[in-house]
């Protein structure tokens, strides 16, 4: 027989727990960043699961996601009020209610035919850390590209557990944290199990996860990178004039120029955020002008951005893009990145017809339907072959994995964070370019019309930062690296392999049972 485990919590309990869960979660993200907090939290979500019947789990999952997402993405409201913040929290907790209802099914069957104690300990939280992560990884992608911010691991940017990120990838990070958290929970469960054994499985898994070095990045060669941060009126809803932010992001480029033309160290690049002007060069001659000029002074490539427009074919109406370009003096465009993941219902709106009726005002306050692009996501610059992403793409995984995989030795993100405020938005973004950072063994690049704007080493420490809502400028050597990380040679594989653990192994304990209830 198994050793006997403490009895579940009463619902009542269990929801107050679930409650508590969720801020106790987001503490650990910035700007608290209390890192060991998110790991309590993923405990009290567990113990809140277990024992529960299958709405009893539904409703503590869907109760403790709701209390996490409501604080995590705050900031949301900023841009189109309450309602969509709601809205966005409500459908990610439905995700978070279904996968908590998988963890109870583990819980609930698993123990009743592999009854050891080692089987309880250490593979009973294989299963409930791979339904989690599968959870992660489902939400991450669908519906419309997914919502993939408040992922557990992403809390570790800044933790010991941050050297993992380079071997396994975010999701292979919160499969490592749940497991680590599922196995403590199990040993303070199984009462009659040998306290020493529970406590050197528990101390001593910790201790082996936590002497995984990082993965080794060798540098080869630098890059000398200008990124400007203009601190220009880019919100959605600011009053400005037309030009404004193109003079924001020049005024603070002059200094830039002043001194490169001063030093013996020439800038190789200059980069821009999203957001950083109002025209796009290709339809208007001062923006191409200005642009000439910036790439002109500073004698290099200058990546830049615009919104730009392409005829639709046959009569159909034009298409907008959210468009990175690559722009040199005397020769303009020489290559552009349209954004891969724009935001629905932020930057365009999904499905339009069907969503309009339930909040008309709301919806036609999204007035650009921004197209999803289709181009590659690297420039060469003068032989140096870069990244560019563009704000919400940071989130999506197979984006930047791709564009390492493609040459990438540097990654530019661009960003506007403006429509945020000083609220945890700009600091979680950062974040997540961290784990990018040391996850891909490439310096990041995050430049932001307003902040938080810094250079992250490929170790994912800080070479460079800016104050917020502060126009300023950041000119550093930076490293290049064309390391291949085991997360990027592994890819999405280890997130399906451990999802795939959780499923099945959920799916064959309740078939075994089942069976055995039969035969008993």
């Given amino acids: ?15 107050l727990v679930a409650l508590a869960a969720g ?8 700007d608290r960043g209390w890192w060991p907090a998110t ?3 993923i405990g009290l979500v567990l113990a809140a699961a277990i024992g529960r019947s299958g709405w009893g789990s539904f409703l503590v999952g869907f109760v403790a996601s709701m209390s996490f997402y409501l604080m995590h993405i705050e900031w949301a409201s900023l841009f189109l009020g309450l309602v969509p913040m709601v809205a966005l929290s409500t459908l990610e907790s439905l995700f ?3 996968g908590t209802v998988g963890i109870t099914l583990a819980y609930r069957w698993i123990p009743r035919f592999w009854r050891g104690t080692w089987a309880r300990l250490l593979f009973l939280p294989l299963v409930v850390a791979g339904l989690w992560t599968a959870r992660e990884a489902i939400a991450s992608v669908w519906p419309y590209g997914g919502f993939a911010w408040g992922r557990v691991a992403l809390s570790q940017s800044e933790s010991p557990f941050a050297a993992l990120f380079g071997w396994v990838g975010v999701s292979g990070v919160s499969f490592i944290m749940v497991y680590l958290v599922a196995v403590v929970v199990e040993c303070l469960r199984l009462r009659t199990a040998d306290r020493l054994v529970r406590a050197t499985v528990a101390v001593g898994l910790a201790a082996a996860i936590l002497a995984v070095p990082a993965f080794p990045v060798t540098t080869d060669g630098t890059m000398r990178v200008a990124a400007v941060q203009g601190n220009g009126k880019a919100g959605y809803f600011d009053e400005r004039q037309s030009g404004d932010l193109l003079d924001a992001q020049v005024d603070a480029t002059l200094p830039v120029i002043e001194a490169n033309d001063e030093s013996d160290e020439k800038v190789d690049v200059v980069v821009w955020p999203e957001g950083g002007s109002d025209s796009s060069p290709l339809d208007d001659a001062y923006t191409a002008k200005v642009f000439d000029y910036v790439s002109r002074e500073m004698d290099a490539p200058f990546v830049s951005w615009a919104v730009t427009t392409r005829a639709g074919d046959d009569g159909a109406p034009d298409t907008y893009y959210n468009t990175s370009m690559l722009w040199q003096a005397g020769r303009g465009q020489l290559d552009y990145y349209d954004k891969k993941h724009p935001v629905p219902f932020g930057e365009y709106v999904p499905d339009r017809a069907f969503w309009r009726p339930f909040a008309p005002d709301l919806i036609d306050l999204v007035g650009r339907e921004y197209t999803p692009g289709t181009t590659d996501t690297v420039f060469d610059i003068d032989g140096v072959i870069a990244a560019v992403n563009i704000c919400f793409d940071i989130v999506d995984d197979q984006i930047l994995t791709d564009s390492v995989e493609e040459g990438a030795r540097i990654i530019f993100a661009q960003s506007n964070t403006a429509d945020f405020g000083r609220s945890d938005e700009s600091v979680q973004q950062l974040a997540i370019a961290r784990v990018r950072a040391i996850e891909l063994g490439r310096t990041v690049v995050n430049i932001s019309t307003v902040g938080t704007s810094a250079i ?10 800016l104050p917020t809502f502060t126009a300023a400028a950041m000119v550093d050597d930076v490293p290049l690296s064309s390391v291949t990380t085991p997360a990027v040679l592994l890819g999405r594989q280890f997130e399906w392999l451990v999802s795939g653990i959780g499923v099945l192994g959920v799916v064959l304990g309740g078939l075994l049972a089942r069976g055995a209830r039969k035969r008993a």
């Fill in 1 to 15: 027989m198994h050793p006997p485990a403490r009895r579940a919590l009463p619902l009542w309990a269990a929801l």
């Fill in 23 to 30: 801020p106790i979660l987001d503490a650990g993200f910035p």
């Fill in 39 to 41: 790991f309590v939290g």
């Fill in 96 to 98: 978070f209610a279904v």
């Fill in 456 to 465: 992250i080493a490929p170790d994912g420490s800080t070479i460079d930062q």
